[in-house]
């Protein structure tokens, strides 16, 4: 919060008064005010307090912490939302078009989530043939059909912590 005094002219031979208005302050008028100057005070005062919120925003959204930048109110509300579900233990689905950031959301979940110690293991099914997206998700034992030369982990076990997967 930036305070803007409104003050006789001689309260200004007061040392004490001084050092608080310097100290503790934005800006300082004497009465009667220069409206003037006042109005450039407080448009200063209030596009300061603008730049203070962005940046807070900002701070909040940084690469370091999840990869998804951004203060618009949109991305501040998924932001919460992913938060959100997060806590709960509950399977979620991430859907969206290409280059949506998907993956994006679902590390951030998984980041803040009492799982973020285990393993987290991104499964871009529409990049899988048809034919092998039950064997990527629930794995494989030899043989199992034409192609299958060794035992395969399944992304789900994977991701559960029991196995790690191969390669």
Same mark, same amino acid.
């Given at each position: 919060? @930036?305070?803007?005094?409104?003050?006789? *002219?001689?309260?200004?031979?007061?040392?004490? =008064?001084?050092?608080?208005?310097?100290? *503790?302050?934005?800006?300082?008028?004497?009465?009667?005010?220069?409206?003037?100057?006042? =109005?450039?005070?407080?448009? @200063?005062?209030?596009?300061?307090? *603008?730049?203070?919120?962005? &940046?807070?925003?900002?701070?909040?959204?940084?690469?370091?912490?999840?990869?998804?930048?951004?203060?618009?109110?949109?991305?501040?509300?998924?932001?919460?939302?992913?938060?959100?579900?997060?806590?709960?233990? &509950?399977?979620?689905?991430?859907?969206?078009?290409?280059?949506?950031?998907?993956?994006?959301?679902? &590390?951030?979940?998984? &980041?803040?989530?009492?799982?973020?110690?285990? /393993?987290?293991? /991104?499964?871009?099914?529409?990049? =899988? /043939?048809?034919?092998?997206?039950?064997?990527?998700?629930?794995?494989?034992?030899?043989?199992?059909?034409?192609?299958?030369?060794?035992?395969?982990?399944? @992304?789900?076990?994977?991701?559960?912590?029991?196995?790690?997967?191969?390669?």
């Amino acid at each position: 919060m @930036r305070w803007i005094a409104l003050i006789r *002219r001689n309260l200004l031979d007061d040392a004490w =008064l001084c050092e608080l208005f310097a100290n *503790r302050f934005y800006d300082y008028h004497t009465l009667p005010a220069d409206t003037g100057r006042l =109005l450039v005070t407080l448009g @200063r005062t209030e596009g300061l307090k *603008r730049l203070e919120e962005r &940046a807070r925003a900002n701070r909040s959204t940084t690469p370091a912490e999840w990869g998804i930048v951004g203060s618009s109110r949109p991305v501040l509300n998924l932001l919460r939302d992913l938060k959100k579900v997060a806590r709960t233990s &509950a399977p979620i689905l991430i859907t969206g078009e290409s280059g949506t950031g998907k993956e994006l959301a679902a &590390a951030a979940v998984h &980041a803040a989530s009492t799982r973020a110690n285990g /393993p987290f293991i /991104p499964v871009n099914c529409a990049s =899988l /043939p048809a034919n092998l997206i039950q064997s990527e998700l629930f794995g494989h034992e030899k043989g199992s059909f034409t192609g299958a030369h060794r035992k395969s982990v399944g @992304r789900i076990e994977a991701a559960a912590g029991r196995h790690d997967l191969p390669g």
